[in-house]
């Protein structure tokens, strides 16, 4: 079965300084990847999806994610917090065993970013 | 181009009561997928709707129910209502649901609060 298990539940980071968010999968084939934010009161937006093309993902907002299948993670990363980054961030892998896919999300990060 | 639009945002009902939630998709997606959000379980797969098929289901009691209509527009029923269905109900629509890659979008929830 797909899996991915997000390391931490809660980030804090200064306003300028670099975000790491961790993210693990499991998964028997090659999966599809994707991380997701969530702001207080909002859906859910897609940041950016991981499909084997390249391992090295960028997606919207200045984040990017690296694929690295020896180490089975998919962490997000930022250069530079900005205070509009503060929310909870989804890990979610592609789950296509019943025929159909269907997401399955991670456990979420909340990240905190401190002026 | 309209985004995926749920209605109502907000809900309060009775224990024992039953409830209809409403989503509307993105213009030309056939897919809509539905999802349950609380604290303590995160975000869970409810069911998928294709062409007004039910082709995928969560781990969820029978009280959980949904249906599509020919335009694509879903409907999920929660019957006789429990505390524990307190929660954030978010709908996904995508353009094809049988891809590992497909992006799912999302609308903005309608939190139900059981009381």
């Known amino acids: 079965a797909q899996s991915v298990t997000q390391l931490d539940s809660h980030v804090s980071v200064s306003e300028g300084t670099p975000v790491l968010l961790r993210c693990n999968y499991s998964s028997s084939y090659s999966p599809s990847l994707f991380w997701y934010v969530q702001h207080p009161n909002k859906g859910l937006q897609l940041l950016l999806k991981?499909?084997?093309?390249?391992?090295l993902v960028k997606g919207i907002n200045g984040f990017e994610a690296e694929f690295k299948k020896s180490e089975t993670s998919f962490h997000l990363t930022k250069p530079s917090a900005h205070m509009s980054d503060a929310a909870e961030y989804f890990c979610?892998?592609?789950?296509?065993?019943?025929?159909?896919?269907?997401?399955?999300f991670g456990t979420g990060t909340r990240l905190k970013v401190l002026a | 181009k309209a985004g995926v639009t749920q209605t109502p945002r907000y809900l309060i009902k009775t224990r024992g009561q039953q409830v209809t939630l409403s989503c509307s998709p993105i213009s030309g997606h056939r897919s809509v997928s539905w999802y349950q959000q609380t604290p303590g379980q995160g975000l869970q797969f409810l069911f998928e709707y294709f062409s007004e098929t039910q082709r995928n289901k969560g781990n969820f009691p029978g009280r959980f129910s949904g249906r599509q209509f020919s335009n694509s527009r879903s409907e999920m029923n929660v019957s006789t209502l429990e505390l524990g269905d307190s929660a954030l109900y978010l709908c996904?629509?995508?353009?094809?649901?049988?891809?590992?890659?497909?992006?799912?979008?999302f609308g903005q929830g309608t939190r139900l609060t059981v009381v």
């Open positions: 991981y499909t084997s093309a390249a391992t």
């Open positions: 996904a629509s995508s353009l094809a649901p049988d891809r590992p890659d497909t992006e799912a979008f």
């Open positions: 979610v892998v592609s789950d296509g065993t019943s025929g159909t896919y269907k997401y399955i």
